[in-house]
């Protein structure tokens, strides 16, 4: 709308101002009314047309640093009875006791590991996910078949179309909602700022709204971050340390995330837990992870970058066993209690809740680097680089004694057990099916 106000003013400024004064011609006025319309016809019929072109000609695949907002409402085509049916029997209990849940993020790492681990207890689930190419679409395709075999039924649709989660709900309603779906990542937010917007903050109240409005409302499970804790010094860090030095937008959307589920546990009475993970990693893992592609270059026998602090200081994370996060996100949902809203009113407070979920036995990259070279018995080609200014955080150190506490979540797996199942893994689908990692 700017773009033709601009234009409309710009008709009102004579060729060769000064020259003539023509303006009380009445035959002028409709050259140039005649003129104004044909141009503000031109330039609504163009603007049209790009919209048309990015919504409807544009292709299913987009380049990680296109806008995702033009491709991530891109829903497959869903509804009718086989669909429904389909939907249902996904997201039937099958234990007495058991719990329907609405995944999003399934074909994910952790939505994968989660949504199979309920279905093998008998409860019902349903996955979401838009399949987007933020890494290898073919792993998440990989995931979707895994989850298939075990009973999970995957919607192709995005967490912003607002029509398909109404559907979802008017067909199944779910007592939990595990939500999972977001734009990962530290770094990639440099390159796509509005992609983390997109997912991370509009996704999240996508997802708030449609649970509020439900009758009855599910209790909602979500993925926040140790990314929140940002440059705090103060190790370990606990969930009642502050979160207001974001070191990256990434970061910055996790905790603006906490931030509104606080607003819609407190208008709306929805029952909410977040989860804040430290550096996930297992079989079945994201590529952009730092293990993931030294085990990808090292036995291509590419150079591998290992950052160092400030003074050569050292680098390190609290790695965390994939299996350790499911039993931490299965007692979550098994510990929620229920919301106490019903279709958008609140009738009492509601749980809220943000737990650690971490190792709490930091390693140096150094030594997961080394680790990786026993395991893959190859010799690493590395080079020691100052840590960028890209949002990456020199530490992170998880204290979890509220979740012990609370959830009876205790990690059992140490690095290098769960290096060796990862590598055992990553060999076998990588090497003996075939398969080619990418980059």
């Not at 503000?40 to 806008?67: C, H, N, Q, R, Y």
């Not at 990256?248 to 709306?268: D, F, Q, R």
Request: proline residues 5%; positive net charge.
């Amino acid at each position: 709308m700017s773009q033709l106000k601009s234009i409309s003013h710009l008709d009102n400024i004579p060729s060769t101002p000064g020259k003539f004064k023509m303006e009380k011609s009445p035959y002028i006025h409709r050259l140039r009314f005649h003129s104004s319309l044909t141009k503000l016809a031109f330039w609504s019929f163009t603007f049209l047309a790009i919209l048309l072109f990015f919504f409807v000609g544009s292709p299913s695949s987009s380049p990680p640093s296109a806008d995702p907002s033009r491709r991530s409402l891109r829903t497959s085509v869903w509804g009718g009875p086989a669909w429904e049916k389909r939907v249902r029997s996904s997201a039937r209990v099958r234990n007495r006791n058991g719990v329907s849940v609405l995944v999003t993020g399934a074909a994910g790492f952790v939505g994968t590991h989660v949504s199979v681990a309920l279905k093998q207890r008998g409860d019902g689930v349903l996955g979401l996910d838009n399949f987007n190419d933020y890494y290898d679409p073919a792993l998440k395709r990989a995931r979707q078949a895994l989850l298939e075999r075990s009973g999970v039924f995957v919607v192709e649709g995005d967490i912003n179309d607002a029509a398909l989660l109404r559907k979802l709900f008017d067909v199944v309603a779910f007592t939990h909602v595990m939500h999972l779906a977001a734009q990962a990542g530290v770094r990639y937010a440099m390159q796509n700022p509005s992609s983390y917007v997109h997912s991370n903050i509009a996704g999240l109240v996508s997802i708030l709204e449609v649970c509020k409005s439900a009758n009855p409302q599910p209790a909602i499970v979500w993925a926040s971050s140790s990314s929140v804790y940002g440059l705090n010094s103060k190790v370990p860090f606990s969930e009642r340390d502050r979160t207001d030095q974001p070191a990256s937008l990434y970061a910055a959307t996790k905790k603006a995330g906490e931030e509104i589920v606080h607003t819609y546990n407190h208008i709306y009475g929805l029952s909410i837990t977040g989860l804040r993970f430290f550096t996930v990693y297992g079989p079945w893992g994201r590529p952009d992870m730092a293990y993931f592609f030294f085990t990808k270059d090292i036995l291509k026998g590419k150079r591998i970058q290992i950052f160092e602090g400030p003074n050569h200081g050292t680098v390190a994370r609290d790695f965390t066993y994939i299996d350790d996060i499911v039993k931490g996100c299965l007692a979550s949902l098994d510990t929620a209690k229920k919301s106490t809203g019903n279709g958008g009113k609140k009738k009492g407070p509601a749980q809220l809740r943000v737990f650690n979920l971490g190792n709490t036995s930091p390693v140096p990259v150094t030594e997961l680097v080394s680790i990786l070279e026993r395991l893959l018995k190859v010799k690493a080609n590395k080079v020691m680089l100052k840590m960028p200014r890209n949002g990456d955080v020199q530490f992170t150190h998880a204290n979890i004694s509220l979740a012990q506490r609370e959830l009876g979540y205790k990690p059992t797996t140490d690095l290098q057990t769960g290096l060796k199942k990862f590598v055992k893994w990553y060999l076998g689908y990588y090497s003996k099916s075939g398969k080619r990692s990418t980059g």
